[in-house]
């Protein structure tokens, strides 16, 4: 027996798995608060106690002891960058990759009141980006001095124009911040390389950030705390789709992920366009692409996705009759995060929210078609991905995992006949995250990839 | 010598592609770092383009007549967006039908074009153009 425990400090609960490598099987799973406030160890300990309980012996003795973390409001960055559509974007997407939340995103030169709010703000790194290689090398510059002079004590990536690093990190450092400098996010006009950023983010997650969010004496027990927990469940959307060499992949797909507090998209397709004669158009995709919806939530932002749904969303899904006790309803998830539907009208109410916020997630997701008219007849041109023909869709999510029928939720994400510009997927087959197991696969795959694969192919139920 | 970067694409709603593969070969050959931004380029794809990768000019095509709707604004944008000294080199079939090519001229330098280039122009004049500009 070669065991790994899998602990997921989340931000309401802390998760351990225990997984036997030989057997390839989940040996059981148990849940506590999570306690960062006072000491994460209680939670974990507490958590342990419980598994231990379960299976007979500790779990700490495992040989393998991973961990991700959510806690603490998970891993918080701004990107800074030049053109809004352009290098902002492109280090929007790193930070997202990387698994963070980006809390806010800034263009051009950064003004006082700008760092003001950066500072206010408090993110645990900056991303610092700006220029193509051997391109506009003024304002990343003007940028870096601006973060020198400001009272943001927090590590910076710098992975602007290389032309300027040298310049920029020697501000920065001159100022006793610590800065790390690495590929540009954008080398070429429209050309995006998000890996090295991601990787230095994770390096810096894992060797500051851990610490700052008062994580590491978890490290006692564990081995390590690996990555924040959205990069997890990306890991194993990765691992999921791509296989490794020993075991083969289940092809492209997408994977929905509803929480109380955001709704997280993660797709795993090239995103071509499916038709002959479509131009694509506007910065390319990362084949593995993240997005984070932090307006559209089952609880902590119900209220946040009810305004981005609008009345004649819901009444379309839900009826009139039951938007009617929608204010309620919500008026009580919102008080209690851990509310779960009482009866059948609460549950039809859940289930509509959920429905939306799918919806509105993958509208913001996937591509889009727009049909251009030029003097020669009809161009189409594509911006973002084509996930039209993706053969999978993937939920989990509390909503998703508890529902008697996780199709009907799911569904929201298909292709709709009456917003035909929006590219979401087709006719998928629907699987379901039936154990919440993805995230600790995710860390397992660092460990096992091939074992990692197996369990979470054991653990889709299909729809 | 750094190479000079040009931002090079087909303005509007215009999908002539092949001069633009022309342009971006000749112009790539004789040393320039071209950024292609291709057909269906909306004027602020010529200004993003120009800004991140400090382009020292920006070159726009217009095959199907409709330039001058096309091109209307961009001098102002740039200079909104700071790109006040890069110059602007325009070319192709700018307008619909043959008219004197001296008004056509004149008009769009009027619009804050730099240079005017009439149909059946050859990579060379161009290149010579931009060594003669950019120094």
């Not at chain 1, 003007?142 to 690093?165: D, E, F, H, T, W």
């Not at chain 1, 298909?414 to 590219?423: A, K, Y």
């Not at chain 2, 740039?78 to 080199?89: K, Q, R």
Request: proline residues 5%.
């Amino acid at each position: 027996m070669e065991l790994a425990l899998l602990v997921d400090f989340g931000s309401t609960y802390t998760k351990v798995t225990v997984v036997d490598l030989r057997d390839e099987k989940i040996m059981g799973t148990a849940k506590a608060f999570t306690t960062v406030e006072t000491d994460i160890m209680e939670g974990l300990k507490q958590a342990c106690a419980d598994l231990q309980q379960k299976l007979g012996f500790d779990p700490l003795t495992a040989k393998h002891k991973v961990a991700c973390s959510s806690a603490a409001g998970g891993l918080k960055m701004v990107a800074v960058g030049l053109v809004r559509e352009l290098t902002v974007e492109a280090a929007k997407r790193a930070a997202l990759g990387a698994g963070a939340r980006v809390l806010d995103v800034f263009a051009h030169r950064l003004t006082a009141s700008e760092l003001r709010r950066m500072e206010i703000l408090k993110p645990d790194i900056v991303l610092l980006a700006g220029g193509t290689d051997g391109g506009n090398r003024e304002v990343i510059v003007q940028n870096a001095r601006m973060l020198a002079q400001s009272s943001l004590q927090v590590p910076i990536v710098v992975a602007g124009n290389k032309v300027a690093a040298e310049e920029v990190a020697g501000l920065l450092r001159g100022a006793g911040l610590d800065c790390r400098v690495t590929e540009n996010v954008m080398p070429e006009l429209n050309k995006l390389n998000v890996e090295p950023a991601r990787m230095t983010i994770r390096e810096i997650f894992m060797e500051k950030i851990v610490s700052a969010k008062g994580l590491s004496k978890a490290e006692q027990l564990i081995d390590g705390v690996l990555m924040p927990t959205p990069a997890a469940v990306l890991n194993a959307a990765m691992l999921l789709a791509q296989g490794t060499p020993g075991e083969p992949g289940i092809g492209e797909l997408v994977l929905v992920d509803i929480g109380g507090a955001t709704t997280d998209v993660h797709s795993v397709a090239k995103g071509e366009p499916s038709k002959a004669g479509v131009m694509l158009k506007g910065l390319p995709e990362p084949q593995a692409k993240r997005t984070v919806e932090g307006d559209l939530g089952m609880r902590y932002s119900a209220r946040a996705l009810c305004e981005a749904a609008g009345p004649n969303r819901f009444s379309g899904v839900l009826g009139d009759k039951s938007c009617g006790r929608l204010e309620a309803f919500l008026a009580r998830v919102t008080a209690r995060p851990d509310y779960l539907p009482k009866d059948e009208e609460e549950w039809q109410l859940d289930e509509g929210m959920a429905r939306v916020a799918v919806e509105l997630a993958m509208e913001r997701h996937a591509g889009n078609m727009e049909v251009v008219y030029t003097p020669f007849g009809a161009s189409y041109v594509q911006y973002g991905k084509d996930l039209t023909p993706v053969p999978h869709l993937i939920g989990t999510g509390g909503v998703v995992v508890h529902h008697r029928e996780p199709a009907r939720i799911l569904k929201a994400a298909w292709f709709d006949r009456n917003n035909p510009t929006s590219l979401r997927p087709r006719s998928p087959r629907m699987w379901v995250d039936r154990e919440y197991i993805l995230a600790a696969m995710g860390l397992l795959g660092e460990i096992a990839p091939d074992t990692a694969l197996r369990i979470s192919k054991q653990c889709l139920l299909e729809l | 010598m750094q190479k000079k970067t040009l931002v090079l694409g087909v303005i509007g709603a215009d999908v002539h592609a092949v001069g633009n593969r022309i342009l971006d070969y000749a112009l790539t050959e004789a040393g320039f770092s071209v950024v292609n931004i291709g057909v269906l380029a909306t004027q602020e794809e010529f200004i993003n383009a120009a800004m991140e990768t400090d382009a020292q000019a920006i070159l726009v095509s217009s095959l199907y007549g409709h330039g001058e709707l096309d091109c209307r604004g961009l001098k102002e944008k740039c200079v909104e967006a700071g790109l006040d000294d890069v110059p602007l080199y325009v070319g192709g079939n700018l307008v619909v039908g043959k008219q004197d090519f001296a008004v056509v001229e004149e008009h769009y330098k009027e619009m804050g074009f730099d240079r005017v280039y009439p149909p059946g122009t050859l990579p060379d004049v161009l290149i010579r153009d931009l060594a003669r500009d950019l120094h």
